[in-house]
């Protein structure tokens, strides 16, 4: 523990991703921006209001963010995420959830936080994964939130 008192630290937060499927399997990531993470890919997500259900959280963000209803199912996993060089540390809960309305696409409707939604395979999300390291190469601009990160070490499968 460092020299400063615990007053001091900043408190860890809870984060909350909505993995939302297709009928193919694939999941929407977005592209981050304006924020810790910019420019890296994320499911659609945000901080836990106090008093609301990880499930509650899981619906509104992704409504909020994408214009998709969606009904969530079951806790997938938690994780635990910290920002050392932004002195921040989140507790992440991802949350598997359905859309209400198959035929629905996501919008942006947040353009200061997310650049794009796409559908993704889990095999290709876990591909991306697998290379965080490429800086330079084909999965250069495939960089994954550090959640994201967690979530697929710890649920190779979903």
């Given at each position: 523990?460092?020299?400063?008192?615990?007053?001091?630290?900043?408190?860890?937060?809870?984060?909350?991703?909505?993995?939302?499927?297709?009928?193919?399997?694939?999941?929407?990531?977005?592209?981050?921006?304006?924020?810790?993470?910019?420019?890296?890919?994320?499911?659609?997500?945000?901080?836990?209001?106090?008093?609301?259900?990880?499930?509650?959280?899981?619906?509104?963000?992704?409504?909020?963010?994408?214009?998709?209803?969606?009904?969530?199912?079951?806790?997938?996993t938690?994780?635990?995420?910290?920002?050392?060089?932004?002195?921040?540390?989140?507790?992440?809960?991802?949350?598997?959830?359905?859309?209400?309305?198959?035929?629905?696409?996501?919008?942006?409707?947040?353009p200061?936080?997310?650049?794009?939604?796409?559908?993704?395979?889990?095999?290709?999300?876990?591909?991306?994964?697998?290379?965080?390291?490429?800086?330079?190469?084909t999965?250069?601009?495939?960089?994954?939130?550090?959640?994201?990160?967690?979530?697929?070490?710890?649920?190779?499968?979903?």
């Amino acid at each position: 523990m460092s020299t400063q008192s615990t007053q001091e630290l900043p408190h860890p937060r809870v984060g909350v991703a909505a993995i939302v499927r297709n009928e193919k399997g694939e999941v929407i990531v977005g592209k981050r921006m304006g924020s810790h993470g910019s420019g890296s890919w994320a499911l659609p997500g945000g901080h836990l209001e106090f008093g609301e259900t990880h499930f509650a959280c899981a619906e509104r963000e992704t409504l909020e963010e994408t214009g998709l209803e969606v009904k969530a199912l079951k806790l997938v996993t938690v994780t635990d995420d910290v920002f050392e060089d932004l002195g921040k540390h989140y507790i992440t809960v991802f949350v598997l959830c359905e859309r209400t309305d198959a035929a629905k696409e996501p919008k942006v409707l947040e353009p200061e936080k997310c650049e794009s939604w796409h559908w993704i395979s889990w095999d290709e999300l876990r591909s991306w994964g697998e290379h965080q390291e490429d800086t330079e190469g084909t999965y250069a601009d495939k960089k994954l939130f550090l959640p994201m990160i967690h979530l697929l070490q710890q649920s190779p499968e979903i």
